[in-house]
């Protein structure tokens, strides 16, 4: 099987834009075409994949054409694709498919998402398209879906409000170290514990904000024509759970993501302990502790306790989330698996300045959809 | 190369449902499993493809996991696929390209589209949403960019008013042979010139319904196990054109569908004279001569010739759109594709009923998006 890396990427700040949807599309092909150490000429791109979740944020459904015509090869195929919160990590998934089925040389992988395109009383009825159908029937937000996810692990395991918080802390504080961060403002424990509470134990400085944002890569099947330091994509894994999570069998686990990892790790021929830096799905902070459990980081109901114990601190053997999550560095649904991975990859070739974590070997990202029904692990290397 | 097959089906009458985007998936989902000759194990379908063109119509974020979880395969992994109008082809490539690289045995695809989920108000500025943003800015609606093309095309070769009327009184004199058709009504070419104006010359009779539908299909790597009479997908091709219709090379051309046709012919090892039946893309039916050109069974300029002299007429030579169209057959833009592809899988396998044409061994569906910015040809032969 064909061995398919990182070879260029494009990100743009995270926050409140004033480009709209195509403005970002364009900036993030010319970025990441620009952005490749040997270059890269366009017509040598075969495929761009372009990952936006909901049509009433971007105002098009074609945004696989504007990417083409951005691009300039009249031979490249450009589509778009859509899995929830996951659906960056899935069009990655896609273009490494392209690639080692022979289809493709070179694929864009472009993701973006405009959410203040609509006010936030509109973004709020959209994202409800994020929950199952049943929970939407019976009145389940997807945070209220959260917190039977949280309440659950609390009552299991005794996780506190306190941890909670604390990731929180960490997510804001790692987000002072990244310009393309959404918040760049400390916060404290009391800070959280103050907030208001949206749905119990979940308070405002526990949920991610809504985000304009754009990130692009390009992955390539030969790497080393296009730099000396690519960032392979080692292994890569997807699953589903229940789409409610309350039907789950265990709604204080998440499932999805551990099949994820089990077969990404398998690919990858890499154990939980070889992994040197994560960045996980904390589109709500007390589900954070769930991500280190199912990518095995933490043994099940411990995860929390590599909170207590700092483990997955910014100096920690594990730093987790050090870009700020999508806590702090913000969530544009469509962009944010793509920009996940863009982290682990300046990490992984040492370019993460501020924030760079030393001795960065294996690095992965989950990214979950759906409050984990849906789940893309993506395991990166050297 | 591996061999890609249908080897089963399901689909949704079109036009006014009472099913939501759910309830379609559902029936889609079950009735295709159900409809495999020799029956097929749901833990045998290892990916499932939705298409669908707008979250706003379904109203989800994951139709990928609502049809994951009608399945019942724990193991199985799904997302949804976009590309305008041709979705529904899309997903059918990218599926059979799940299948080529190993990483599926079956893929199951569904498309979509609950237009009736909005007003038509509504309906009408999501369906804006497929124009490019330049056009949208100068106001060209998507008729209006049809418009510039068929003007175009009337001025360099001399088609008339009437030739477009016999597309749709053709294409609606099919549809009472099609039961899932959303219009079985005939119509003559005075009721089509006497139709409103919509954009010269297009008239009402001229333009395809919003309707609510669905299709679904499965595809499999190893057919002969799953049925004696599997159709063979033996070609597809992709390719793209300007976004805004006016910024082509020639408006009255369609070459994104004769670069997508040419590649589709070189895989399958056919020429045009090898065609027996075609379902092309008739959204706004005086385009249905363009598509006759691009798929190369009409010489350029000639394709309205085709319509005079009978040739594509349902006793003629080469039938098309014996369906009905998307004209009145129906175009839930998400199904439309996927239904398409079914109307020849039945014409090969002898089970078109009332609108079986005979001796077909070779059928070819030309699905365009975006006025032709982006198209998929299919071949098919049992």
Redesign the interface.
Known sequence: MKTVAIIGYAHEKYGLLSD?T?DLIRKMVKGAIENVDKGINPREIDWIITSC????F?????T???A??ALGN???????????CCSGS?AVY?AR??I??G?ARNVLVVGFEKMSAVSTLVATG?LM??S??EERRVGITQPASYSIMIQQYMKKYGATEEDFAMVSVKNHENAMRNPWAHFRKKITVEDVLNSRLIAPPIRLLHCCPISDGAAAVILSGEPKKYTDAPVYIAGMG???D??SSFRREDPAFLLASKLAADEAYKEAGITPADIRIAEVHDAFTPVEPMCYEALGIAKRGEGYKLIREGVVMFDGAIPVNVSGGLKAKGHPVGATGVGMLIEIYLQLRGEADQRQVPNVEVGVVENH??TG??SIVTVLRR
Chains 1, 2 share one sequence.
């Not at 979740?53 to 009433?56: H, T, Y």
């Not at 971007?58 to 074609?62: F, L, M, T």
């Open positions: 709209n195509e979740v909901d049509n009433q971007s105002e098009q459904h074609q696989g054409t504007v083409w015509e009249p031979m490249a195929k450009a589509f778009r694709v859509e899995a929830a899935l896609l498919n392209l080692r089925s289809l959209i398209r994020g199952s159908p997807m699953a589903h229940a789409f959809g759906g029904s849906v």
